[in-house]
């Protein structure tokens, strides 16, 4: 499962899927919250969403795009909290939780760390083999992140293995 976190949208994409085969859409959404609510009230709702969704789908994984300083501090500000609200729910249910830069996101769908939205949105499109783009950007970024997460994940889940493998056998 993708998360791309934000106070007023927050995008959850599911796919299915490993490295080496087609990944298949299973579902995507985007949570709103209105400016107009007290951030509490729109943390609640941001976390009741992505509960349900982690009830509904069961994930054995969830990707979600790491926060980056940005010029606007109010925008990084409810990034932040969308994204704790996402690490603690998966958290919870006990899920490994990684976490991807959005230049990591857009080189692995696109091979360009530089890709601008509409291209992450026709690459998602293209690897999905869906009819048109997920809208709105969010559904698509959150998508990006869960196809990341198959396609690295998988690979740095195989090191890691290696690595702890390789330390057990030298005691």
Not at 120 to 135: S, Y
Request: aromatic residues 2%; contains cysteine; proline residues 5%.
């Amino acid at each position: 499962m993708g998360i791309d976190p934000g106070l007023t949208r927050c995008g959850m994409g599911v796919v299915e899927g490993e490295v080496g085969r087609p990944v298949r859409l299973v579902d995507v959404n985007v949570l709103r919250t209105s400016a107009d609510e007290h951030v509490s009230q729109r943390l609640v709702h941001i976390e009741r969403g992505i509960e349900a969704w982690l009830d509904e789908h069961r994930p054995d994984a969830v990707a979600i795009e790491r926060v980056f300083a940005r010029s606007d501090s109010s925008t990084v500000m409810g990034t932040a909290q969308a994204s704790g609200i996402a690490m603690v729910a998966a958290a919870r249910r006990g899920l490994p939780i990684a976490l991807h830069t959005p230049s990591e996101v857009k080189a692995a769908v696109s091979g360009s760390g530089r890709a601008n939205k509409a291209q992450v949105g026709a690459m998602v499109t293209r690897i999905l083999r869906l009819d048109a783009p997920p809208k709105p950007a969010d559904a698509a970024d959150a998508l990006a992140l869960a196809i990341t997460h198959i396609w690295r994940g998988g690979a740095q889940a195989r090191i890691d293995a290696a690595l702890a493998a390789a330390g057990r056998s030298r005691r």
